[in-house]
């Protein structure tokens, strides 16, 4: 994979000019390329497979090392810290822990996995497979691979901090620390840096507001804990509050899906029976999600939403790409995004062919532009930018599906359900109230990416990928560990 024709990085590997490789790293956008012949991707496929038969027949009896027991869970806890609140020091801290996972891998990873595990690590491997099996059929730029290559950074992290304890009071902690630097993020964000829909170091309000959401129910779930241990449980209900005040100040819409399944889980058996909430509890909540929610900046745009929205299709109007918070070019883009996937079922069109694919549809006159632009005096012609250079379905299902086919949107769902069932299947299996929390926690986390994927193309954002992948990895090895200590 090393080296496209623009990057001779193995000419200069094999001539050890040291000059030129730093000089290409230095200059060249990317020094990749994917395996896009069949003899190189049946060469990457071989080393995928060797590397799978290690996993599941190298065995180690060595002790864990002080180095990866002390330094592994502070790095997991950083990066929670700083993923909305940097710019890169999460970057670098998934750096390490990568980096120290694959070492670990090789030296002092037990590997001894249930069936279960296999078949969560093979989830994993799955979807990272995807957009390869997709580039020996659509030529595809490296860039476009990126973010998939995530999911398997992350399984010899879950190979090391399955073996690694973690503390439930040091890890709640840090959960609700999180969120009250989040909320306070949030707040300097709208004050000193005049945000109207808060981002903050992200690339989208939404992806702030996504990760925000779930750290204020994480926080909300975390109070058992606190209850259970007899500590002020203050701590808890304000972080829970300052997250999602910083969710509300992102304006986000589709993440009010997860609000309304929260609320509904909160009423089923498992989440009744460790939270021990009464019916006024679960109405007293609903309220004060109700009040947040009406003094939200997502109420007026809602408002908006519908206003144009309605107008557009009851009336005929005619849409203009300004108006404020529309979702007529969503609809546009889902309708064009439901075109391709009927005429490209089996195969899809490849993850770099999305945009062209969507100019078609409109030059075809199958959907109407996402966009118009205009030129700034009246004597000047109209600039077209229809598809507003739009590569992703802002929908994961519909996007994953045009992109790679029918066999991504079930590798998608097999990854989805499979990490469902194993929160659900660990939860039901603990006898511990901490390790129960944890398996909420993933829980919640699975219904959350369920709901935010309706809206939001998270394969398409490197924050969104790393932090859903990271957590639910995290959650994993640590569910997996106390299970096993017990």
């Known amino acids: 994979m090393i080296g496209p024709p623009n990057a001779p990085l193995k000419q200069m590997l094999l001539l050890f000019d040291i000059n030129g490789i730093l000089n290409i790293f230095s200059t060249t956008d990317t020094f990749y390329k994917a395996p896009n ?18 996993l599941f027949n190298k065995k180690c009896n060595k002790n864990t090392p002080n180095f990866f027991v002390y330094s592994m869970p502070y790095a997991i806890y950083l990066f929670f810290i700083t993923i909305l609140t940097t710019n890169e020091i999460y970057n670098f801290i ?15 990873s037990k590997n001894n996995l249930s069936s279960i595990e296999i078949l969560i690590v093979l989830s994993y491997l799955s979807v990272f497979l995807i957009p390869f099996f997709s580039s020996l059929i659509h030529e595809t730029s490296f860039s476009e691979i990126d973010n998939y290559t995530r999911f398997f950074l992350v399984i010899p992290v879950y190979l090391t901090l399955r073996e690694i304890e973690f503390s439930s009071n040091n890890f709640f902690n840090t959960i609700n620390i999180t969120s009250i630097i989040i909320g306070i993020f949030a707040l300097y964000c709208m004050l000193i840096l005049n945000e109207t829909r808060v981002r903050g170091f992200t690339s989208t309000a939404l992806i702030f507001g996504n990760i925000s959401l779930l750290f204020s129910l994480f926080s909300f779930l975390s109070i058992r804990h606190y209850l259970n241990n007899n500590k002020n449980i203050i701590f808890p209900i304000v972080a829970s509050g300052a997250s999602f005040f910083a969710w509300g100040s992102t304006g986000s819409r589709g993440s009010m899906i997860l609000i309304i399944v929260f609320i509904i889980l909160l009423m089923t058996k498992p989440f009744k029976n460790l939270l021990n909430l009464s019916m006024k509890s679960t109405l007293a909540i609903t309220l004060v999600a109700f009040i947040v929610f009406i003094n939200s900046f997502a109420l007026t745009r809602y408002i908006n939403a519908y206003e144009s929205t309605y107008n557009y299709i009851a009336e005929d109007s005619k849409f203009h790409w300004m108006h404020s918070d529309s979702i007529v070019p969503r609809l546009s883009l889902w309708e064009g995004s439901k075109n391709i996937i009927s005429d490209n079922t089996l195969l899809g069109v490849g993850l770099d062919n999305f945009n062209a694919e969507l100019e078609k549809q409109i030059s075809e006159k199958k959907i109407k532009p996402i966009r118009y632009d205009y030129g700034s005096g009246p004597s000047q012609k109209r600039v077209s930018n229809l598809t507003a250079g739009l590569n992703h379905a802002h929908n994961q299902y519909l996007d994953i599906f045009v992109k790679t086919g029918i066999f991504g949107f079930l590798v998608l769902i097999f990854f989805i359900t499979m990490n469902l069932y194993f929160f659900y299947d660990r939860y039901r299996i603990s006898k511990e109230d901490d390790t129960k929390i944890f398996s909420l926690f993933g829980i919640v986390s699975m219904f959350g990416y369920i709901s935010y994927m309706l809206t939001h193309s998270i394969l398409s954002h490197q924050q969104s990928t790393l932090f859903m992948t990271l957590l639910l990895i995290t959650l994993s090895a640590i569910i997996t560990k106390k299970l096993e200590n017990k």
């Open 37 to 54: 012949t069949f003899l190189r991707f049946l060469v990457f496929i071989t080393s995928i497979i060797a590397f799978v038969i290690m």
């Open 94 to 108: 998934a750096i390490f822990i990568v980096l120290a996972s694959f070492y670990f891998l090789i030296f002092y």
